[in-house]
């Protein structure tokens, strides 16, 4: 499976899926990384894997609509199957929500259903919950709402700040994304009759 990454910062969990691939405990090759910020941690990081990488500024576009349908441009052009956003800031919209049906996931840090949107584990820390964790999930047209495909869970501890909890969410979510993918290619394989 072809693989196009889409990020907007530091872009840790995109290098744990190039990881994963290079130690094939993935099926599948990041074809393309794409930023909404060509200054990006994240975008040098692909290079130095050898990634094709493409930094749009989405002021640049006319509209959200222009910039997606080049994000879909790219993303075809390099024979992407598959969609992940790894800490992509932005809210997908309808033009690659169309043309990538059911083909974008994305990773949130924290037990979805709980905490949608931004600073979830802030959320979580007010809350008081005792454990927060991470979500790998279908991206749909509703935010952080699709189908579910995989969590792990962080337990809150006393004294968590907002960046302890992060950092140990952070670690969970570098195991989770690429397990995600993989549940993620051998249901599709399953679908097409590849795997008996
Ligand atoms: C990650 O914690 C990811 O779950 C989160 O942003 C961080 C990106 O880190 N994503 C979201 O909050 C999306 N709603 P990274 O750039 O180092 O992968």
Known sequence: ????????GRGSNMDAII?????HALDATVAVVISDNPNAEGIKKAKKQGVVTFGLNVNDFA?????EEDVVKILKGHGVD????????????????????????????????????????KKALE??????????????NILDGGPIIDQDIVAIIENDTEKTLSDRILEKEHGLYPRAIQKVIQSTATKKGEIA
């Open 1 to 8: 499976m072809s693989l196009g990454i889409l990020i907007s």
């Open 19 to 23: 990881a994963a691939t290079k130690t």
């Open 63 to 67: 509209s959200k609509k222009e910039y």
């Open 82 to 121: 598959l969609l992940c956003l790894a800490g992509y800031m932005r809210i997908v919209g309808d033009t690659l929500l169309t043309e990538f049906e059911n083909k974008i996931i994305n990773i949130h840090p924290s037990l979805l259903p709980a905490f949608r949107g931004l600073n979830p584990q």
């Open 127 to 140: 809350s008081g919950v005792k454990y927060a964790g991470c979500t790998v999930h279908y991206v749909t």
